[in-house]
């Protein structure tokens, strides 16, 4: 038997897109730029996936209402960043991070608390009924957007990028814009996190062993519900920190953000497999070159092509490109 | 009722009925498993085995009657908490974790370990001798291997600590004659350290190689409760609880 027998095949997936493309892009300066945003673009969608992918592969909790820490995140942090007007007009980089990374963390912290309190009241009484939760947690999103809308006003909000983080850097001809370095450095950091969280620690190994068979688990003797919780409340909290990077990615927010971007979390997470991490990031990947590459190419298209792709992808796997064992 | 004497009884359930949704399996199961000793669940498919063990660790609960482990009442106690009581449960599946790797199975199990290094050397060594498919495969994923090497690894990561109780829900399903074999050898030595066994088994020949009391069920209740020996000595019981001779 070898020792590593590791499934690279899917790794593949997101150069071959790019490859595939690029011929029919022309210029490589664009297709450069291009590939950069649409990294970018996938490593946010990671982040704000990669809380969901676990939750359903834990608990088999089909939470639609992930999107409201999407939105709770992005206004947290224009109230924390237009409270910090002075760091965020300066165009020395270190004075805008030193804005927006307490923003991230506010948000995180009170996305992660409503988390809490939307687990305890509306996930809670629905463990184990599909139908319900795809109800109640649509409905707590709503209820979650309209608390928002309470708070922070109806209309649509800036979130300007900071100074220091416009413009452009360029690589021969083609510009990759600063902030989208940024996405990608903050995406690798997560998932670095994560990959370290799950892969190295005993509380990580609950976790996966509890994507296979959380009755296991329970039966080794370890309170799943009680991780479950933690990792709920943790999901939340990246998704509130997504909510930040999305909403500095499109400079405005509102109160819907986090319903637009719903489809395209799930989309993420099927073709993942269901309650893997990694295989939520070349899902989040291949969606943010998928959607770069036709919008620049066939923008009428761009709606439905990552439909096409999560199509594509399960004729190939039909449980994903790194199904979870034992579901 | 076992003939094990109250108050030599490590477990015991009384009158304990189960439902299933709109099912009712078991109705009103006696039993008593002996501190220290092997006893053998037996009966035909269907009969109420796993639910008894499943009742047993509150996977499902008792709608009516009491379970009581080392003197305690657990009949409404959750799972983990079950299991924290010092009761190592292998269930029909094997419950292995196919993603992770023999080391991490066996890691999970340790609970008074974080990490790998901190599990318990000599017992682990002891362990090795016990299934050395364990020890071969260690930093292999658990999916990989055969059948009966699955099994081996559940029963070892049951004992990866000491345990007062071990349930195993058919060790021997599927398993070649040789692996049988070293399954039962297992089973000899973990007894020789005083750990109280319930096994459910359809192989008699490994029943009566390893049982110390056996209790028959069928329909969902106890219907015969006693020594192995006895058992295995009288052909007309034989047939009359199991349609068998042994």
Do not use: C
Request: avoid cysteine; hydrophobic fraction near 50%; charged fraction near 15%.
């Amino acid at each position: 038997m070898k020792q590593l027998d590791f499934d690279w095949k899917p790794l593949v997936l997101v150069p071959l897109l790019a490859l595939l493309v690029m011929p029919f892009i022309g210029s490589t300066s664009t297709w450069v730029t291009l590939t950069v945003a649409g990294l970018a673009m996938g490593m946010i969608i990671f982040i704000i996936a990669s809380g969901l992918t676990l939750v359903f592969g834990l608990m088999d909790v089909l939470n639609f209402g992930h999107g409201v820490f999407i939105a709770l995140g992005a206004f947290v942090a224009t109230s924390v960043l237009g409270a910090m007007g002075d760091w965020t007009g300066s165009d020395q980089l270190w004075r805008n991070l030193v804005a927006v990374f307490p923003a991230m963390l506010v948000a995180m912290a009170v996305a992660g608390a409503v988390g809490l309190a939307f687990e305890r009241f509306i996930v809670r009484p629905v463990y184990g009924q599909h139908l319900k939760q795809i109800l109640i947690t649509m409905g707590g999103m709503i209820i979650g957007e309209e608390l928002i809308k309470v708070i922070w006003g109806p209309a649509q909000l800036a979130l300007p990028l900071p100074d220091g983080m416009r413009g452009s850097l360029y690589l021969g001809d083609a510009a990759v814009e600063k902030y989208r370095l940024m996405a990608v450095v903050v995406g690798l950091a997560v998932f670095a996190t994560l990959a370290w969280v799950l892969g190295r620690t005993k509380i990580g190994l609950l976790i996966r062993a509890g994507v296979q068979d959380r009755e296991m688990v329970e039966s080794l003797g370890y309170r799943i519900k009680r991780l479950f919780i933690g990792v709920f409340v943790v999901g939340s909290g990246l998704a509130g920190l997504g909510g930040v990077m999305w909403g500095l990615y499109q400079q405005t927010v509102t109160p819907q953000m986090g319903a637009q971007v719903n489809v395209l979390i799930f989309i993420v997470i099927i073709i993942g497999g269901l309650g893997s991490t990694g295989g939520a990031l070349i899902g989040a990947l291949l969606v943010g070159l998928m959607a770069n590459y036709t919008g620049f190419l066939a923008p009428k298209v761009a709606l439905f092509s990552n439909i096409a792709l999560m199509v594509g992808v399960l004729l190939w796997r039909p449980q994903g490109v790194y199904p979870v064992a034992n579901r | 009722m076992s003939q094990t004497n109250q108050s030599d009884a490590l477990l015991t359930l009384a009158g304990v009925h189960t439902h299933i949704g709109a099912y009712h399996i078991l109705h009103g199961v006696d039993l008593a498993v002996a501190r220290g000793q092997l006893t053998m669940l037996l009966g035909r498919n269907g009969a109420g085995k796993t639910t008894t063990l499943r009742t047993i660790m509150g996977l499902w609960h008792a709608s009516k009657g009491t379970v009581v482990f080392d003197g305690k009442p657990i009949t409404a106690t959750e799972t983990p908490a079950i299991a924290s009581l010092d009761i190592a449960y292998v269930p029909e599946n094997m419950g292995i974790f196919s993603d992770l790797t023999v080391k991490e199975n066996m890691l999970l199990a340790a609970r008074s370990a974080k990490r790998a290094d901190q599990m318990d050397s000599k017992r682990l060594e002891w362990i090795f001798t016990l299934f050395p498919a364990v020890e071969k495969f260690w930093n292999h994923p658990a999916g990989k291997l055969s059948g009966g090497q699955k099994q081996m690894l559940a029963v070892a990561r049951a004992i990866v600590e000491p345990r007062k109780l071990l349930i195993v829900d058919e060790p021997s399903k599927g398993l070649a004659p040789a692996i049988i074999n070293n399954m039962i050898d297992a089973f000899a030595q973990l007894k020789q350290t005083g750990t109280t066994i319930l096994l459910v088994e359809q192989n008699i020949s490994f029943a009566k190689r390893l049982g110390d009391q056996v209790a028959v069920m069928d329909n969902g209740r106890i219907v015969h409760a006693g020594s192995m020996k006895e058992l295995a000595d009288n052909e007309d019981m034989q047939h009359a609880l199991l349609g068998l001779a042994i």
